[in-house]
């Protein structure tokens, strides 16, 4: 009997998946528009969608259009929070600019909460205003405190056609929430534009994600040890972050495939696959194994430092556990990294490149591995010079802070001695790619409302 590897499976569930799509949306609802309640365009909505939702106007199993755009204050106390099975949609250009925010303390609540099998479909949300004081010092980052979306253990979110923009710490956070779609959504700004913690089953497809100040999405574990899987992002671009990366998984993700996608004009690395094991008071044992399994093929990485970043640093970890908790099972396909920009110049002089190469002087590494194992890449492809297909570092030597011990580096450096699990293995084909263009910003696909 054929057993059903874990990317068999993800390739099944988004399979099932594609096909629940055109089934979202149909059947019996009331539909009601904006301006069945007298709404007009630019109006202060505030109270008003909140008592439509707190009286049961809205109610579970509707939809509601809206017809222009409205104003929302993100400090009122006033909480909206929509019901099961509700559909928020709105004509093309039509949303919420969103005022009051503040840069000293978080909104008392974002501007929207879902509930299980929300659909929010063809919806533009701004923040308004450009925030003036550093918020985040380590990153030099400016942004406004609050969040646009939240769900926490929620399930079957589709957000679909939207366009959610702003310099706010997320435009979507979500927890503990499972079947998560976002299909065709323009997303601008934000710290940790999406943050995802302990979040399951989640599609990304055809989506824009830029300008983030930090990173474009964020892995987390909400504090339950839990880590993200069985994602797939697929055909979205991440392009012209502050100081950041395009996908940091800090919180897992594990099982997963990231195909055809574009990594452009990112200041630290496309991808940052990186575990580090919550806080100090946590054992290592209630916590799961982070960063396994997980696919890249058909990628594109260029103007950044570093391609694909793959780190353990924990302090907590042993001889005995650095194994199963290590970074491990990686396979890097089929993509291409290169640099467009000329003349070359490291980050700190204004450019993409690496600010403190090693003796091989190189301006981009491809794959950056610090502590992990069974990393594997095939026909590699690059575009341009000085670029290093692999660097080997460790955290244990200082490389980031002091977060993982000798002892453990030493035994996970010597896998391969022990049962024959290599570090990294792989190849680069010797015809270069064709130059790449610089500053293109064209997404081949569309997004946004419609």
């Not at 930090?214 to 339950?224: L, M, R």
């Not at 290592?284 to 430092?305: Q, V």
Request: hydrophobic share 35%.
């Amino acid at each position: 009997m054929k057993t059903t590897t874990p990317r068999t499976a993800l390739a099944l569930f988004v399979v099932l998946s594609l096909g629940t799509w055109a089934a979202e949306g149909q059947g019996d609802r009331t539909v009601h528009h904006s301006t069945d309640f007298g709404w007009k365009a630019n109006q202060d909505v505030t109270g008003a969608f909140t008592k439509l939702l707190q009286d049961g106007t809205l109610k579970a199993g509707d939809e509601f259009v809206l017809d222009h755009t409205y104003r929302i204050n993100i400090a009122s106390k006033s909480p909206r929070v929509l019901p099961a099975n509700f559909t928020l949609s709105a004509v093309q250009g039509a949303g919420f600019s969103v005022y009051g925010l503040s840069q000293e303390t978080n909104a008392p609540h974002p501007v929207l909460e879902l509930g299980d099998r929300n659909t929010l479909r063809n919806v533009t949300i701004t923040c308004e205003g450009e925030p003036t004081e550093v918020v985040a010092w380590r990153r030099n980052a400016k942004y406004f405190k609050g969040m646009v979306i939240l769900a926490s253990n929620k399930d079957d979110i589709l957000i679909e056609n939207c366009r959610l923009s702003g310099l706010i710490s997320h435009n979507i956070r979500m927890s503990q929430c499972r079947r998560l779609k976002v299909i065709g959504c323009h997303i601008v700004g934000g710290f940790w534009s999406v943050y995802l913690a302990s979040v399951t089953d989640a599609i990304f497809w055809r989506c824009l994600f830029e300008k983030s100040t930090c990173d474009g999405i964020k892995t987390g574990n909400a504090g339950s040890g839990k880590a993200c899987r069985n994602f797939v992002v697929e055909n979205c671009v991440f392009q012209d972050n502050g100081v950041g990366d395009g996908i940091d998984t800090t919180g897992g993700l594990n099982d997963s495939v990231v195909r055809n996608c574009i990594f452009r004009r990112i200041l630290v690395s496309g991808m940052d696959i990186k575990s580090s094991y919550g806080s100090k008071n946590q054992k290592i044992e209630d916590l799961e194994p982070e960063n396994s399994n997980i696919l890249i093929e058909k990628c594109t990485f260029h103007d950044m430092p570093n391609g694909i970043v793959l780190t353990t640093g924990a302090e907590k970890l042993t001889v005995d556990t650095v194994k199963k908790y290590a970074v491990h099972d990686i396979d890097i396909n089929d993509c291409l990294f290169g640099h467009a920009e000329k003349p070359l110049r490291p980050k700190k002089d204004g450019g993409y490149g690496a600010n403190h190469p090693s003796e091989a002087g190189e301006h981009m590494r491809a794959i950056h591995l610090k502590d992990a194992y069974g990393i594997r890449y095939r026909n590699m492809r690059l575009s341009g010079t000085r670029i290093l297909p692999v660097r080997v570092a460790s955290v244990a030597d200082g490389y980031w802070g002091t977060r993982l011990g000798k002892d453990a580096r030493d035994a996970l450096n010597a896998l391969h001695q022990m049962d024959g699990a290599d570090l990294i293995t792989g190849n680069v084909l010797d015809t270069p790619a064709p130059p790449i263009r610089p500053g293109v910003r064209q997404v081949p696909f569309a997004y946004g409302p419609q």
